[in-house]
């Protein structure tokens, strides 16, 4: 008997530790809340500084997340992974709109929404929120997909935390925006407040859920911790825009390029690897689609190729649309880049590598006009008789010369060949009846 009871209280041990548990909330003189700030464009490193400040709101057992919002709105796949944190997020959160003057448009509605509390500072507007992709317009099929997505999704959102599903699915479909006081009154938002102990105070004694356990917020008076931005996030917010990864991928390729065309510049090497550099740390936080890539080192090789085969234009024209396809498919999941970048970005392409790099390579192969070769073809003038050697003055230089005839003083001269430091001549004349 002893031996079971030691097995069953093993396997109810086990059981115990897979069962996640609720985090014990701290005593009231312990309580604080977290806040951190989520400003501009939404994008991969925003994603990841709402999921460090839930992280860090779970373990560290924070009263509540505070999460200030000023947004024009951003990339869909980042939104969506902000709001699968968000919901089920052990620690309540409230998702407020400030200051005045802010806003939570497109991206931002659905962030606001996801909230267990959704506020807004006087002053603020929320809403607006139909897709619309990076790349240009989309055509009439991609459009309704899109937006019938979108759609669910912010309905969906909207049920699940008690807001109003109708003007949720209008944000989307016909691109509404209201004020504080409206989207109080519509039910978008549970309260204004204008301040941060504000916000706290009238949050105090709401309930929010998870699953089916309700619980109650008591945050009134609590002090607060801020969470301060990084500088991996302060420059992935500068450069994780995918047009500016981009532009930064392609300027380090020009950089070494000409690096390697011309050994010892030194500038464009540095700046290439430097731009190189930033451009993978901001591909690693986007969707990057292989193929688009390999096209995008096609069309390089292409262009180099251009310059050194006489291929009549058919590398170029290859590199040109390898160049442009594989920007097009550079990046997955509803990122893409805008068509002026890419056609800008094309066309100094195919200039700098047919236009620039090719007029070096052909002054390259430019007879040259200096040097022992130089002189080949220059006129001269007879100073002292060639007889069959003598001087003669060519280029205001006086040189032993020698012909295979005799030539007096002033007779006009071409020179045929420079051996060590004399000049094989014949006559002028003779050209000039040739």
Same mark, same amino acid.
């Given at each position: 008997?002893?031996?079971?009871?030691?097995?069953?209280?093993?396997?109810?041990?086990?059981?115990?530790?897979?069962?996640?548990?609720?985090?014990?909330?701290?005593?009231?003189?312990?309580?604080?809340?977290?806040?951190?700030?989520?400003?501009?464009?939404?994008?991969?490193?925003?994603?990841?500084?709402?999921?460090?400040?839930?992280d860090r709101a779970e373990d560290e057992h924070y009263r509540a997340l505070v999460v200030e919002i000023d947004t024009p709105g951003g990339l869909v796949t980042s939104t969506r992974e902000m709001v699968k944190k968000m919901l089920p997020s052990e620690v309540p959160i409230l998702t407020w709109v400030t200051p005045g003057g802010a806003r939570a448009a497109s991206a931002g509605v659905f962030i606001t929404m996801a909230g267990d509390v959704a506020a807004m500072a006087p002053g603020t507007n929320i809403g607006a929120a139909s897709p619309v992709s990076l790349q240009g317009g989309m055509d009439s099929t991609m459009s309704h997909k899109v937006t019938n997505d979108a759609a669910a999704f912010a309905r969906t959102l909207a049920a699940q935390r008690g807001r109003n599903v109708d003007w949720a699915e209008r944000a989307v479909r016909e691109a509404v925006a209201v004020g504080e006081d409206e989207a109080l009154k519509l039910?978008?938002?549970?309260?204004?407040?204008?301040?941060?102990?504000?916000?706290?105070?009238?949050?105090?004694?709401?309930?929010?859920?998870?699953?089916?356990?309700?619980?109650?917020?008591?945050?009134?008076?609590?002090?607060?911790?801020?969470?301060?931005?990084? @500088?991996?996030?302060?420059?992935? #917010?500068? $450069?994780?825009?995918?047009? *500016?990864?981009? =532009?930064? !991928?392609? %300027?380090? /390729?020009?950089?070494?390029? @000409?690096?390697?065309?011309?050994? #010892?510049? $030194?500038?464009?090497?540095? *700046?290439?690897? =430097?731009? !190189?550099? %930033?451009? /993978?740390?901001?591909?690693?936080?986007?969707?990057?689609?292989?193929?688009?890539?390999?096209?995008?080192?096609?069309?390089?090789?292409?262009?180099?190729?251009?310059?050194?085969?006489?291929?009549?234009?058919?590398?170029?024209?290859?590199?040109?649309?390898?160049?442009?396809?594989?920007?097009?498919?550079?990046?997955?999941?509803?990122?893409?880049?805008?068509?002026?970048?890419?056609?800008?970005?094309?066309?100094?392409?195919?200039?700098?590598?047919?236009?620039?790099?090719?007029?070096?390579?052909?002054?390259?192969?430019?007879?040259?006009?200096?040097?022992a070769r130089g002189m080949i073809g220059a006129r001269g003038r007879v100073l002292r008789r060639l007889a069959p050697r003598g001087q003669i003055e060519v280029m205001g230089e006086v040189w032993n010369a020698e012909s295979e005839q005799p030539l007096e003083s002033g007779a006009e001269v071409v020179v045929l060949e420079v051996k060590q430091l004399t000049l094989r001549v014949r006559p002028a004349s003779q050209e000039a009846r040739g």
């Open positions: 008997m002893k031996r079971h009871a030691v097995v069953w209280a093993l396997v109810a041990a086990v059981f115990a530790a897979r069962s996640p548990a609720r985090p014990a909330e701290p005593p009231a003189e312990k309580a604080r809340v977290l806040v951190v700030r989520l400003e501009g464009a939404v994008s991969p490193s925003t994603s990841e500084a709402l999921s460090s400040a839930i039910g978008v938002v549970d309260l204004i407040a204008a301040t941060l102990p504000e916000l706290l105070a009238k949050a105090d004694g709401r309930t929010w859920r998870r699953g089916e356990e309700t619980r109650t917020l008591r945050l009134k008076g609590l002090p607060h911790d801020r969470i301060e931005p990084g @500088f991996r996030q302060r420059l992935l #917010g500068l $450069i994780d825009d995918p047009n *500016v990864a981009y =532009i930064l !991928l392609m %300027l380090g /390729f020009y950089g070494l390029l @000409f690096e390697l065309q011309n050994p #010892g510049a $030194i500038l464009p090497g540095v *700046v290439g690897g =430097i731009c !190189l550099i %930033l451009a /993978f740390l901001s591909l690693s936080t986007l969707p990057i689609n292989a193929a688009g890539f390999a096209l995008i080192l096609l069309a390089l090789v292409f262009f180099l190729a251009e310059i050194k085969v006489a291929s009549h234009g058919l590398l170029g024209a290859g590199g040109v649309l390898s160049l442009v396809l594989g920007s097009i498919i550079l990046f997955r999941g509803g990122v893409a880049l805008n068509w002026f970048v890419i056609l800008g970005v094309t066309l100094s392409t195919a200039l700098f590598f047919l236009f620039v790099v090719g007029l070096g390579l052909r002054a390259q192969r430019a007879p040259v006009t200096t040097g």
